[in-house]
């Protein structure tokens, strides 16, 4: 954004989807092009706009002039905010030019992909163009990554986007796939899809019906809730914190609305911090925001549209809300008005539940009652299914994503496919006890829906991507490789994925490879026999055999030496080993995770690892972000932690100030999420207000953050500890931001052997 002025690129730096930014002359023609690092297609806007008519691109008014279709923007604005940018009415679609996007992305929608918004900056010409997409960047690569057999289809049944692996998974070429676009979803399916997240009469009656059980605990009478704003401010705990992992459940309102309008309810919502709205991690159900029709969100984004609300008998009012299997029902005044099913559904080992006014009211509650049933798990593990028009044996579970909130994708929504009719047709045929039927039938409903656990902190975009990635690869029966910063959760990753996978009723057995001498090591992973060295007093299993049926997790495997990186190729070609001192091959069936700092391709390049181990090792790759490319997670996170703190002591906080959170935000972050963890424990020590505030925030600046750091004459010797040096030892801490771990793998040394040095030079942390 260097062509920009200052004040546009500044709040432009926090604008996501944007992919150029072009320079247009008074003629419409287009001067210079400048894309967004993060664009997938950059190439492309680069090769086709440079010295081209604008309207060979956009569709423009030709009874208009540039000057008229531009938004007039002062530099010297400093209120200058994103609706200026992004004025809808200076909006102008694209003209689909460039079909290499369904290559990149595998692909291909009949809708715009891009929107054009002009601007006129200080009345000075040249005019100012910026591109931005409307989610396709973000929504695309992520479906291309976890491979996911998807369409998009519209209220009317059209397909507005298909994937080219959905159309190879019925026999169709990608031409085959775009022929299908904007055609009747009755080309490939008897009905639309989209129907079947819908309630019949009878399912709503039958869970009307259910007999549940009242818990008194939890009723509320003749409370007056009044308050005189929306948002965060228009939120009541209606009841204690419940079980939803464990039950179903039914609220039943009794409400006189004395001023204001029909509130929401919040279920499985977050605590209210105060910082974040609770149904981030639930459902809301209730009047939209203009109060003409009843609508449900699940975590906080649309994900269908329920029926008009009553214009009249809207002061005494009766509403229920019932969560029964897969089927959610909203009840107002005895008219069901929301009545959809997720078979996706979020089931939270704990959440809470509020009354949400948007608008400031007063409301009388003469009751508020919370009913419970068991979980009915035949009703709980239902999915939706559906067979392909052309060979009816050919059967498809599906699931509906939320929809993206941009009113580009208004009435339009997307779906996932995932074949199982060879699984469908082995059920039919097992004669297994139906206990081993219903844990197969649980492994593939985790596989085809991939129902995520919430152990993975963060909502940024990398971290949702990650989650479905760790996911897809948990299922798999590949090793996995995860490569990033010291301190950004390896290990909170590893324990998310050992939880999702095939293993997880195993034991999952973590080992820190940085932290074992090099001549321990081979006996810690192998285990040893009695006298197979000085001091093997006894046999003794090793860290394989103890992960046996589950997980092991080589932390930092980049340490292991190339000896024992030979004995570990030869466990995951031949899945056998031996102990120490053994000659007993011994053969065991576990799942391996590992995690390196440092790129391991890097370290084949330099001969440091084995090349046949990395290509054995790196089955599924993926890479955890750090924290300062993803500072949308750091609130987040800062609460996750600040709430552990609460939980754990006697302290009584409730979040942040607002400079506290801004001084959080402006920090890098070297030591990633692991510094931030301890900046906050270290907040919860000294303070003494109920909110943590910027003075409580001790942020430590190392020398490492500096852009120039000091190198020796002489390069630091690796692999001897005699060697080193205290300048050595004190310049391997100041480029690793003294953390001891990274600054004793450069040194080729254990980190036991490097705190000795640290000892022996009496050298302290600053």
């Not at 200052?6 to 709040?11: E, F, G, M, Y």
């Not at 009905?191 to 008194?216: A, G, K, V």
């Not at 039927?437 to 902190?457: C, S």
């Not at 080993?577 to 576990?590: A, P």
Request: glycine share 6%; charged share 25%.
């Amino acid at each position: 954004m260097n062509q920009i002025t200052p004040l546009l690129s500044s709040v432009l730096t926090s604008i996501s989807r944007v992919h150029a930014f072009i320079k247009i002359t008074s003629e419409g023609i287009i001067s210079s092009v400048e894309t967004a690092k993060h664009s997938a297609y950059h190439q492309v806007w680069e090769a086709k706009l440079l010295n081209r008519k604008i309207n060979d691109f956009f569709i423009i008014p030709d009874d208009s002039s540039l000057d008229d279709l531009s938004a007039k923007i002062n530099d010297n604005d400093t209120t200058l905010t994103v609706s200026d940018l992004f004025n809808p009415q200076k909006r102008y679609s694209m003209i689909r030019v460039h079909d290499e996007l369904d290559a990149i992305f595998d692909f291909s929608t009949s809708i715009t992909t891009d929107y054009l918004f002009l601007l006129k900056i200080n009345d000075t010409e040249p005019y100012v163009g910026i591109i931005r997409d409307c989610g396709l960047s973000q929504m695309l690569p992520e479906l291309k990554k976890t491979h996911q057999t998807a369409m998009w289809i519209n209220h009317k049944g059209l397909i507005k986007g298909i994937s080219h692996r959905f159309c190879r998974s019925i026999g169709k070429s990608a031409d085959e796939g775009i022929g299908l676009l904007d055609k009747d979803i009755t080309k490939i399916f008897p009905y639309n899809p989209l129907s079947d997240f819908y309630q019949t009469d009878d399912m709503i009656q039958s869970d009307r019906n259910e007999e549940w059980i009242r818990m008194p605990d939890y009723s509320v009478y003749d409370v007056v809730f009044k308050t005189e704003k929306g948002g965060l401010g228009g939120l009541l705990e209606l009841s204690k914190n419940f079980n939803f992992f464990e039950n179903d459940f039914k609220i039943s309102l009794d409400l006189e609305i004395i001023s204001g309008t029909i509130p929401c309810i919040i279920f499985e919502g977050a605590a209210n911090s105060g910082r974040v709205f609770p149904d981030y991690c639930g459902y809301l159900v209730g009047p939209s925001g203009d109060g003409n029709e009843a609508i449900i969100k699940k975590i906080g984004i649309p994900f269908l549209d329920g029926k008009k609300m009553q214009s009249e008998n809207t002061r005494f009012v009766k509403i229920d809300v019932i969560r029964r299997g897969i089927n959610i029902t909203y009840i107002c005044n005895d008219m069901p008005l929301v009545a959809v099913r997720d078979p996706s559904m979020i089931h939270a080992k704990s959440g809470y539940q509020y009354l949400y006014s948007r608008t400031p009211s007063e409301i009388k509650i003469n009751s508020s009652e919370v009913y419970y049933l068991p979980k009915n798990r035949e009703k709980s593990d239902a999915r939706l299914e559906i067979a392909l028009v052309s060979d009816p044996d050919r059967v498809f579970a599906f699931e509906l994503y939320p929809d993206r909130n941009d009113p580009l994708f208004e009435g339009i929504r997307w779906l996932v496919f995932q074949e199982f009719s060879d699984f469908r047709w082995n059920l039919k045929n097992l004669s297994q006890a139906e206990a081993k039927a219903r844990n197969e039938r649980d492994f593939y409903k985790t596989l085809v829906l991939e129902k995520q656990q919430t152990i993975l902190t963060g909502s940024s975009q990398a971290m949702a991507r990650l989650r479905s990635e760790a996911i897809t690869a948990a299922q798999s029966q590949l090793s996995i490789v995860i490569e990033g910063e010291t301190g950004t959760g390896k290990e909170v990753l590893a324990r998310f994925i050992h939880a999702n996978s095939t293993y997880k009723d195993g034991p999952l057995i973590a080992v820190d490879c940085a932290s074992l001498p090099a001549t321990l090591l081979e006996s810690e992973l192998f285990g040893h026999e009695k006298g197979a060295f000085t001091g093997a007093y006894e046999s003794r299993i090793g860290k394989f055999e103890s992960a046996a049926g589950g997980t092991l997790f080589l932390d930092e495997i980049s340490n292991i030496p190339l000896s024992t990186q030979a004995k570990l190729l030869r466990f995951l070609q031949h899945r056998t080993f031996y102990r120490l001192g053994s000659s007993k091959e011994r053969e065991i069936n576990t799942r391996i995770l590992c995690a390196s700092n440092v790129p391991l391709l890097e370290l084949v390049q330099k001969e440091l690892f084995r090349a046949d181990l990395y290509y054995r090792l790196n089955g599924i790759s993926l890479h955890l972000l750090p924290l300062r490319e993803r500072k949308e997670d750091i609130l987040e996170l800062a609460l996750v932690f600040l709430k552990k703190r609460v939980e754990d002591s006697d302290l009584q906080f409730t979040g942040f100030t607002a400079e506290a959170v801004k001084k959080l935000m402006q920090h890098d972050w070297p030591g990633n999420v692991r510094e931030l963890e301890q900046v906050i424990e270290r907040a919860t020590v000294f303070s003494r207000k109920k909110k943590i505030d910027s003075d409580d925030i001790l942020i430590n600046i190392y020398p490492s953050t500096s852009r120039s750091i000091k190198t020796s004459v002489k390069p630091i010797p690796t692999g001897s500890p005699r060697a080193l040096t205290e300048n050595h030892i004190r310049e391997l801490l100041d480029k690793n931001g003294w953390v001891v771990k990274d600054a004793a793998i450069e040194a080729g040394i254990s980190r036991i052997t490097f705190f000795r040095k640290m000892r022996k030079f009496r050298i302290e942390r600053p």
